[in-house]
């Protein structure tokens, strides 16, 4: 039974609400109780999850991302280090994204990890069981029960519709009523590349949103599917 055995972790942006925290330093090596981001999302990949590739999405301050997998990387013996160099880190996740797709060409899935996020006890172990049982699936989303409706408006929405089919909204400045916040975890099958490439940019963003990417596999009737997020979590977007 095939498993996923690579994770992405986009890295290459510049963090622009934590500055000037992330002036000097990328937001995926702030710590968290001593332990820099970028260790619990590995950890979190290797250990959890159970891949044997971790590709990096790298651009602003990458020689301290490189400095640091070089001094850390004993941590995950037997993993393989990739980077992939975004040179414009402007042009946002999607595309960035979509930078890795050669190295997952021979992966019918991967999980993506956004490098600014915090979990604690998570359920992250649960994606590789999903996969499992449902292998068909081209996109596979943690949702969370939000605290307010301040906390979705920083990340995306996710919401059931009277169909009963997920709609997603990047940054919605109404939440919807029962909507779960989504999360920078998921699993894609490989059209998502696709989505990427046809999707446009946001009106809102000007730039071409991960969150549409996933909205246009819903409308395409693509299996696409959340996962309920069971732990703590935070989106680091300062210092403090």
């Excluded at 820099?36 to 301050?61: C, E, F, H, M, Q």
């Excluded at 993506?112 to 596979?140: A, I, K, M, R, V």
């Excluded at 939000?146 to 408006?153: G, L, R």
């Excluded at 590349?193 to 819903?218: M, N, W, Y």
Aim: glycine share 6%; charged share 20%.
């Amino acid at each position: 039974m095939k498993k996923i055995s690579t994770a992405i972790i986009p890295l290459a942006g510049k963090g622009s609400r934590a500055h000037p925290y992330s002036h000097f330093q990328p937001k995926a090596l702030f710590c968290v109780a001593g332990t820099p981001i970028l260790k619990r999302t590995s950890d979190i990949a290797v250990n959890d999850i159970g891949v044997t590739k971790v590709v990096l999405v790298t651009g602003y301050l990458e020689s301290q991302i490189f400095g640091f997998i070089e001094a850390n990387n004993h941590l995950w013996p037997n993993i393989v280090f990739e980077f992939v160099n975004c040179p414009d880190p402007s042009v946002g996740l999607a595309k960035g994204l979509f930078l890795t797709k050669s190295l997952v060409a021979q992966d019918s899935h991967f999980v993506c990890l956004l490098g600014d996020e915090f979990y604690l006890d998570s359920n992250h172990n649960e994606l590789q069981t999903f996969f499992e049982t449902h292998p068909s699936t081209q996109c596979l989303i943690f949702g969370k029960t939000p605290s307010n409706s301040y906390e979705v408006s920083k990340n995306y929405s996710v919401e059931t519709t009277e169909f009963n089919k997920l709609k997603l909204i990047e940054k919605p400045s109404k939440v919807p009523p029962q909507a779960l916040i989504g999360l920078g975890t998921y699993v894609f099958g490989q059209r998502i590349f696709h989505a990427i490439e046809t999707t446009p940019p946001s009106q809102r963003s000007g730039k071409v949103e991960l969150t549409d990417c996933i909205q246009s596999l819903i409308d395409d009737d693509e299996p696409v599917s959340v996962l309920k997020y069971l732990g703590e979590y935070i989106n680091i977007n300062t210092r403090d």
